[in-house]
């Protein structure tokens, strides 16, 4: 129900943009967000978006370097990665809060090489 790509290698410094696309069994959307998690590490949160307002909010580690944005006709947000540092490594993940559900999308690998 929600499919998230983009991950990859890339080098410090470079960008990547990842998306996720929510499918039509899922309504009323709230909320979308990014997480991520390394292995050992509780997921964090990376970046969310409320649906209707487009009001974003960040992790302070990504502030000014991630930018989060939502096509709401395509049911799909993205999450620009610029400045990508090592410590920006993990498994992403995307996910919907509506008014009933949480969804959570299969994760996508970044790995940030120095």
């Known amino acids: 129900q929600l499919q998230a790509f983009g991950g990859g290698l890339v080098q410090a410094g470079g960008s990547l943009r990842l998306s996720c696309a929510a499918s039509g069994s899922i309504f009323s959307i709230n909320v979308m967000g990014w997480y991520r998690q390394t292995p050992g590490k509780e997921r964090e949160s990376v970046a969310a978006i409320r649906w209707n307002s487009g009001s974003t909010a960040y992790t302070d580690s990504v502030k000014g370097r991630f930018t989060i944005s939502r096509d709401v006709a395509q049911n799909t947000v993205y999450l620009q990665m610029n400045s990508l540092k090592p410590e920006d490594t993990a498994v992403y993940y995307c996910?919907?809060?509506?008014?009933?559900?949480?969804?959570w999308g299969k994760g996508t690998l970044v790995t940030v090489s120095s």
């Open positions: 996910a919907a809060t509506t008014r009933t559900n949480d969804y």
